[in-house]
């Protein structure tokens, strides 16, 4: 018998439905625990209704935009009810998830100042039950950011541990993992190194760089080739692995 692996993503996404129904169903008798900006049960009921039916269709088919709808459509609800440090979290949980979908290599500022303009103004909105609980929204905040950039830190240096061997056993890069790594203390060429930071940033195939930069897969082909032999690796992935360690950069 096969062995069946488990989608995190789906498991996330199951359970984060279950959320939302339990949700729906709490509002349905259970009362407003504090009075904010939101004054009505209905409203609350509606929202939690519309995400968690927006929330089915993830569970389906995952797309990004709902998922990232859904759970800023709560942290601001939940913040704005009285639970603020929830609602702080569901923000922050929101950001990763954008993240690490890479829904930030275009036009961050354009996207994350939106964002957080909405977060503040939902902690703001607390100010109707005393500036404790925006201080508290504002703390907790600060918190989760603060934590979370120093996971990622930490993340950024010390997930070699996830890597090939090769990746990690190279005697060719005198930097240390994290630090930043100049192309052109390597003598690459002009093409090897626009190459190497399409690969790395932007996931680019052979076929993709050929297209790009109008020469034949062959070519480019040849040049990862004097690359791999450059930095002590056989394969592509191999490369990108390696780099991914480092501030790579011209």
Known sequence: MKNIRTNPERVFLFFSTVFLLVAFLASLVLPLRYQTLITSQKVVTVTHAVAFSLSIITLIEPIILLEVIIILTES???????????????FYAMLILMFVKEQFTSR???????????????????AKLGWVHVF???ASSFFYMAFFYWI?????TKLSCFLPAE????SVIKEKPGEPLHLTDYKLSERQMDFVLDNLHENCTYKDLSEKYFVSISTVKKDFSELFKIFGVKKLEELHLLLLQYKVSK
């Open 76 to 90: 601001v609800l939940t913040v704005m009810t009285g639970y603020t440090q929830l609602g702080v979290f569901l």
């Open 152 to 156: 990622y830190d930490i993340l950024r």
């Open 136 to 138: 508290l929204g504002l």
């Open 167 to 170: 990746t990690k056993s190279n």
């Open 108 to 126: 961050p500022a354009a996207k994350i100042i939106p964002l957080v303009i909405i977060h503040l103004l939902s902690i703001l909105a607390c």
